[in-house]
């Protein structure tokens, strides 16, 4: 039996396009979920993976519906194999039940390996040429040098909470903390 997977990654997607093509397939059976490639937990995967019985053959509109990194694409479809269940990836017309759709099969995955390398040297090479030119990546200070100073006026005050103070600096309780570490002792006092 053909059991199917599909996978976006954001509610905005539309599964529409995956499921169809599944049922086109011959699935009779879908597991869809909303979950990130590089999450560890898929609960929707585990159920399909678990459902599944020798003689099955998982499918999936597309590699990286699965995995996202060739490691656990290899462990997923080693897996798999060991169970006697096959493996196919329509988009990329891979099928691990014959010789030749395992042998496409690695190409496709280190293929993709390389190109998620390559996107992260980019951006590691774009971040040094950002920051030669003065550029500094990374988040926006929540609390400027000025309201640091304002919360340590305000926090030796002991009429004054650091509820009071996060408040007024329009902050967490948590985001003042880790700013000002002292303040988490001085409160608890």
């Known amino acids: 039996m053909k059991i199917g997977y599909v996978r976006t990654s954001t509610q905005d997607q539309n599964p529409d396009l995956q499921v169809r093509a599944l049922s086109e397939a011959g699935c009779k059976k879908l597991f869809t979920e909303t979950a990130s490639g590089a999450a560890i937990d898929r ?95 990374g988040r926006p200070k929540s609390l400027s040098d000025i309201d640091l100073a304002m919360a340590r006026q305000l926090l030796q005050n002991p009429l004054i909470s650091v509820r009071q103070v996060a408040e007024r600096l329009q902050v967490s309780d948590s985001t003042l903390y880790r700013y000002i570490p002292a303040a988490r002792t001085a409160s608890s006092a």
């Open 43 to 137: 609960p929707q995967l585990k159920s399909a993976v678990e459902y599944l019985r020798a003689g099955d053959t998982l499918v999936v509109w597309k590699l990286d519906r699965l995995a996202r990194s060739l490691r656990q694409l290899i462990q997923t479809v080693d897996d798999l194999k060991r169970r006697g269940i096959g493996f196919r990836s329509l988009t990329e017309a891979i099928d691990t039940t014959t010789p030749s759709g395992e042998l496409f099969f690695h190409i496709f995955g280190a293929l993709g390996e390389f190109e998620r390398a390559l996107i992260s040297e980019r951006t590691r090479a774009g971040l040094a040429a950002a920051l030669a030119r003065g550029r500094k990546g």
